[in-house]
């Protein structure tokens, strides 16, 4: 497992996930988000109307994780709204952790930690929807059931 992979195989771990028929729109470390392994803030977004990934670009881990996050949404078609918005966000958290970890990355702690925190306010945000068990021991882990 790569804990310091190289920018030219981090894309190419990219393009190996990039949906079919999208552009992406890169950006530079900007105020919004959250930091990467090298202090960067980051995020990302999937414009399903103009089929454009908007993510930052893609310097380490972390960031990589970020931008297989939205290339998730895409492939699982979180368009609909057929889920709640937590079981959306740990969907594409799953595969983007999952892809990582399938091409020998190693998933950073903090890329982990903040997935939790992420989801878990999506969580918060929907005290009347009922979460499925694995997103709940994602989020809360050995406490799960005290919040189903």
Known sequence: MERNPT???LRYIARRHKPRGWRNV???PGA???FSDEGRRVYGCAD???RIIHCVRIVDRYTLGV???ECAHVHMRHMNGSNSDAQDEFEAEMYAIKAMRAHGIVVPARYIADSRAYIGAHVA???DIEHS???LKFVYGKKWR???
């Open 26 to 28: 890169w950006h530079d």
């Open 67 to 69: 931008y297989l996050h």
């Open 48 to 50: 399903f109307e103009a």
């Open 125 to 127: 945000a929907e005290p």
């Open 133 to 135: 068990e694995p997103l």
């Open 7 to 9: 920018r030219e195989r």
């Open 146 to 148: 005290e919040h189903a």
């Open 32 to 34: 919004d988000g959250k």
